[in-house]
């Protein structure tokens, strides 16, 4: 594990974000606090820096011994955001809308001390073949994706049987930019 001069608080429930964190050898924990993330007139380039940006300021200030790390993914087709599922359809609708396309993934990171922020973002292009009915119902049926931007993780079966290409960071695409993170947090180090 890396030493740290402060703690630092990991502002989300997202199991990817957690092993991706711990596999950074960074220690953490885990603190969160609910935040409205309506983005209405924002371009979609912008919205996960201005969530992830948001999602910080919703702490009281941490103290001078304290970061906040937060992040936020988006996944835009064309010109629409495709968030996170609400049900099986709309999962469903989503892959379909992604099936032998090249979509991006805009992935911020804010990091937060004191009233001091650094927000980072890290866009990726993922291409999918063209998917078949049954794949998609396969893997929206198995894996649930209603907890992922987009409706799919990389990680999962369908990035393994319907991924053709990738442009950028596999890490960006999970929800966490680890060489962003790694970076932001460098200073930060307590034997540097």
């Known amino acids: 594990m890396i030493t740290f001069k402060k703690k630092i608080l990991l502002a989300s429930n997202s199991p990817r974000r957690k092993e991706l964190l711990a596999g950074l050898g960074v220690p953490f924990e885990v603190q969160t606090t609910p ?3 309506t983005h209405e007139g924002i371009s979609p380039e912008h919205i996960s820096a201005y969530l992830a940006e948001k999602k910080a300021r919703a702490f009281e200030a941490p103290g001078d011994q304290t970061l906040v790390l937060c992040a936020d993914t988006v996944v835009v087709a064309g010109d629409q955001i495709l968030g996170k599922p609400v049900d099986r359809q709309e999962a469903v609708k989503m892959l379909h809308m992604q099936s032998g396309t ?4 805009f992935t911020s990171v804010c990091l937060r001390d004191g009233d001091r922020l650094s927000v980072q973002t890290d866009v990726a292009r993922v291409t999918f073949r063209t998917l078949s009915e049954n794949e998609i119902n396969y893997y929206v049926d198995t894996f649930r ?13 369908i990035g393994m049987v319907g991924v053709e290409r990738i442009e950028g960071s596999f890490y960006t695409i999970m929800g966490l930019p680890t060489h962003l ?4 947090l460098q200073p930060y180090f307590a034997n540097e």
């Open 145 to 157: 994706p209603f907890d992922k931007a987009g409706a799919y993780g990389i990680q999962e079966w």
């Open 35 to 37: 935040v409205d993330e």
């Open 102 to 105: 090249t979509h991006r993934v």
């Open 181 to 184: 993170v790694y970076q932001m």
